[in-house]
């Protein structure tokens, strides 16, 4: 499976945006990008995917670089409730039943 | 609002016994899957399944087993609990690939 790299950790204030990267340069290209989020004591959270073009929903938008070896979720306005740990996953299409690796995901701190 | 539901929140067994994880899902779908989540080394997928009664090993069966009579319904099976079971032990359904997955508020289960 191709891997990810994302920062441990990144802090924010209330209201403001935040940009979350991730590396994936061994992607390939079948592989969709998802985005999930684990807030504390719950399971994970779907977020949002793309594949090549980038995408906006209602939570987030995210922007995928031309040669997709990197991505960045972005939060347009933070707020406390946000605090969570967010995943970078590479899912490969059309294969493993949709199988999810997880890595270490970064953990979103943001203040008031 | 697709729902996935586990049996327990908490639960706590002691090693050598037989125990069985819950997982409901309310939205048909055909994919479900078990991970354990453990400090450090993230979501691990156990088991997953993509039709009733087909199953399929993750990346850590050993010590589990699961069962999927009803499409709905997905569990998961520790013959003999020992000591390094006890984690967090997450429940997802997805309708198809590659689509997203949906988790339940896990289990955390303590073996004594």
């Known amino acids: 499976d191709a891997k990810t790299t994302q920062p441990n950790s990144m802090e924010s204030n209330e209201e403001e945006p935040v940009h979350l990267p991730c590396n994936h340069s061994?992607?390939?290209?079948?592989?969709?990008i998802h985005w999930y989020r684990q807030l504390p004591s719950q399971g994970p959270e779907y977020v949002i995917h793309g594949l090549t073009s980038n995408v906006n929903n209602r939570m987030a938008s995210l922007a995928i670089a031309e040669d997709r070896k990197s991505s960045t979720l972005i939060l347009h306005r933070a707020t406390l409730r946000d605090a969570a740990v967010y995943y970078c996953?590479?899912?490969?299409?059309?294969?493993?039943?949709?199988?999810?690796?997880f890595g270490q995901g970064t953990i979103l701190t943001v203040h008031p | 609002d697709v729902k996935v539901t586990q049996s327990s929140r908490y639960l706590v067994k002691r090693t050598g016994e037989k125990v069985f994880l819950e997982c409901v899902q309310d939205?048909?779908?055909?994919?479900m899957f078990w991970y354990r989540q453990d400090p450090g080394l993230g979501l691990r997928l156990i088991y997953f399944s993509y039709d009733v009664k087909m199953k399929e090993k993750g990346d850590i069966p050993e010590g589990y087993s699961v069962s999927r009579e009803k499409k709905e319904r997905f569990s998961l099976i520790l013959e003999s609990a020992s000591t390094n079971q006890t984690s967090m032990y997450l429940c997802?359904?997805?309708?198809?690939?590659?689509?997203?997955?949906?988790f339940g508020p896990g289990t955390r289960l303590t073996v004594l």
């Open positions: 939205m048909d779908h055909e994919n």
């Open positions: 997802a359904s997805s309708l198809s690939q590659p689509d997203t997955q949906y």
């Open positions: 996953i590479l899912r490969a299409g059309g294969t493993s039943y949709g199988k999810l690796t």
């Open positions: 061994t992607i390939s290209g079948t592989d969709y």
